[in-house]
T-cell receptor
């Protein structure tokens, strides 16, 4: 069975500080990995994805994530956050050749001035 | 390209009633998935339709059903509504096709906020 664990339900951080949102997954087969962001009263927006190739992937809004197969992790990072990054972030996996997504429980990023 | 659209955006229903939600995918996308989002359970997969056929299904009771039309638009129906069905229902579309050996990212609509009283 597949599962996604986001270790932190809330992450408070000051503006311009770096941030890391953690994601670990469990799967017996190859997966694709995604990070989505959800602003209040909106749907989910894709931040970045890992399908294959380089394990460091860059996304929109200055975010990047690194796929670590041995640790089954896909942590999201940003070197300097802005107030506008305040939102909920979801890590997701989908199975190779099987269009079914599994989402983590979400991490609320609260950027303080 | 226009994004995924969902109608209505907000809905208030009474226990025991039924409801139908609509989703129009991005042009060219043939896969439509539905999710239920609640504060307690997070994002839970309901089902996925591809070429008018239900291809994947989550662990929801039979009161939750869906269908897809030939133009890829999809509807989701919930019968005999319960208070616990109050949630944000999200629709997502993707290119993912059968047997292509790959998976594509899903593009989400803004959701339909259903309140059951």
């Amino acid at each position: 069975a597949q599962s996604v664990t986001q270790l932190d339900s809330q992450v408070p951080v000051f503006e311009e500080a770096p941030v890391e949102l953690r994601c670990n997954y469990s799967s017996s087969v190859s997966v694709y990995l995604f990070w989505y962001v959800q602003y209040p009263n909106q749907g989910l927006q894709l931040l970045l994805k890992y399908l294959s190739g380089s394990t460091l992937v860059k996304g929109i809004n200055g975010f990047e994530a690194e796929f670590n197969k041995s640790q089954t992790s896909f942590h999201l990072r940003k070197p300097s956050v802005h107030i506008s990054d305040t939102a909920e972030y979801f890590c997701a996996v989908s199975l190779y050749n099987f269009n079914k997504f599994y989402f983590g429980s979400g991490t609320k990023l609260n950027v303080k001035p | 390209k226009a994004g995924v659209t969902q109608t209505p955006r907000y809905l208030i229903k009474t226990r025991g009633q039924q409801v139908t939600l609509s989703c129009s995918p991005i042009s060219g996308h043939r896969s439509v998935s539905w999710y239920q989002q609640t504060p307690g359970q997070g994002l839970q997969f309901l089902f996925e339709y591809f070429s008018e056929t239900q291809r994947n299904k989550g662990n929801f009771p039979g009161r939750f059903s869906g269908r897809q039309f030939s133009n890829s638009r999809s509807e989701m129906n919930v019968s005999t509504l319960e208070l616990g069905d109050s949630a944000l229902y999200l629709c997502a579309s993707s290119l993912a096709g059968r047997g292509q050996g790959s998976s594509y990212e899903q593009y989400f609509g803004p959701g339909t906020r259903l309140t059951v009283t």
